[in-house]
């Protein structure tokens, strides 16, 4: 009999420590006429994420800035230029790793370096030529001790998310997303595409703990404040594709992100955009 994952315990040691734990299974403002394709982007997101009343801990609209109708529009109000030379661009990876059947997600509770005590998904800087499709597959490894193909992340790029910071002018992060979808071993009714996996392999380690949760009920005021925005908009859009059985049907989105001063203590946005 499988376990549910709220049920499921994971013994360590784990590759770097020596412990056990329990692996638990908005409002946007329209700033310009609507008079182009990305005004209506951002109206439908505005009705089908930030606002999805099926978030349980949604952050407040308060910490999610200004939604821009355009990348245009976001560059001019937040002072960048796409082709500034002069900023350092940190490129990392972030795993966007489901259950669709299930609707579970499953992230990891940081317990070291930037962003402790919030939840996020797995993965990590790129090391020396290395592609963001190795990175992935590498940091989930080491994150969570789970090994899926090199093609699934290949096939599974979604798209990329750009943050700028207000104290920190001088730094661009560029995050490579991808989707990876699991099915647990024995489960009975599998309807979507995916690697199945072995739920009781999942292991935490040094740096993050991993947990299930359903997707409406992840932990949203535990976490970035971007994601509020776009992963709320991947999931719902993703939940209105589930009989959808091939990557094909995968959303595809690339986001902006501009935060207030204060680091991952204020976790406040400015300002963004999001293309879908």
Partial sequence: MMLRPSEMFIKLPCRRISQTYAVKTSRTKLVAAPTSRQY???????NTSASDDRFMYKQPPSRLGICH??????LSA???NITNDAKEVESSTLIILTNINERKLLLGKKLRGFGTGKYNGFGGRLEREETPAHCAKRELMEEAN????????VIGSVGTLNFTFQDREHIEMLV???HINVHFRNATHNTCKGTIIDPDAIRACDEMIPEWFDWWEI???QMFADDSIWLTYYLSSLDARRDKRSHASLPKMNGWFHFAPGGDGNNQILHYFLDT
């Fill in 146 to 153: 789970l090994s899926i193909d090199l093609d699934e992340f």
């Fill in 176 to 178: 490579h997303l991808f």
């Fill in 69 to 74: 109708p355009s990348l245009t529009s976001y």
């Fill in 219 to 221: 932990p949203l005021h």
């Fill in 40 to 46: 209506i982007i951002c109206r439908l997101f505005s």
């Fill in 78 to 80: 937040t002072g960048n």
